[in-house]
């Protein structure tokens, strides 16, 4: 059973069909007994950092994800549900995360690193490359993955791990490397849109259902 957390920021529609291409059984819930009864979690979202988690806070949610996390429950957080992840964000104003990946969220600059505009957000599809030192994603929920593929993103905002090696994979926007996908332990973050990125990002929700 992959239990989706609904906090209301979210297409849950798409999420849910990419597990249930696999013949997962998922079940969408807003109900903390739901989360600590889990086998495993994901949390997706769209959306503004500081609306995520008050959509969490209002719901008693916080707490009984960081109980799972901590039991080692795999948690796969998605776009806005990676970053929640994080101890705090700079998006409007500096709030508080889920602390389960120590580090940051901050904007993308405006300029690339020639210094000319660029846009934001970023929206295209980007390739991922091995990060934190490591040469492939072999055991992990990217193991599947070749390096260079490339996945969907949508995102004004970046997540800067504390630890290197807790980014699992990077891309290259504006000249500059991008956390794609973070790892800690059993907690997983992937910037981009698994369900919105075709054969490589069914590969990875199957091999999260693998792990």
């Not at 969408?28 to 806070?57: H, Q, W």
């Not at 960081?66 to 948690?75: E, I, M, V």
């Not at 992990?140 to 490339?150: D, K």
């Not at 000249?175 to 992937?190: E, T, Y």
């Amino acid at each position: 059973m992959i239990t989706i957390i609904d906090y209301g920021l979210s297409n849950l529609l798409s999420v849910q069909h990419a597990f249930a291409h696999f013949g997962a059984e998922t079940l969408l819930t807003n109900k903390a007994e739901d989360v600590l009864a889990a086998d495993a979690l994901v949390l997706p979202g769209v959306g503004a950092f500081k609306d995520g988690m008050d959509g969490l806070a209002k719901l008693g949610l916080i707490e009984p994800i960081r109980q799972k996390a901590a039991a080692g429950t795999p948690l796969l957080g998605i776009c806005l549900g990676m970053q929640m992840l994080f101890d705090e964000s700079e998006e409007f104003g500096l709030h508080k995360g889920l602390g389960l990946i120590p580090g940051r969220v901050v904007k993308i600059p405006d300029t690339d690193a020639d210094g000319k505009p660029q846009r934001v957000p970023h929206i295209s599809w980007n390739p991922l490359y091995p990060g934190g030192g490591r040469t492939d994603f072999a055991g992990t929920a990217l193991a599947a993955v070749t390096p260079g593929e490339e996945c969907y993103f949508i995102h004004s905002y970046e997540a800067k791990p504390q630890n290197d090696a807790d980014c699992l994979a990077y891309t290259v926007y504006g000249g500059r490397q991008i956390c794609a996908a973070a790892i800690h332990g059993n907690v997983l973050g992937c910037q981009f849109h698994p369900e919105k990125s075709g054969e490589v990002g069914l590969k990875i929700i199957e091999k999260f259902l693998d792990m």
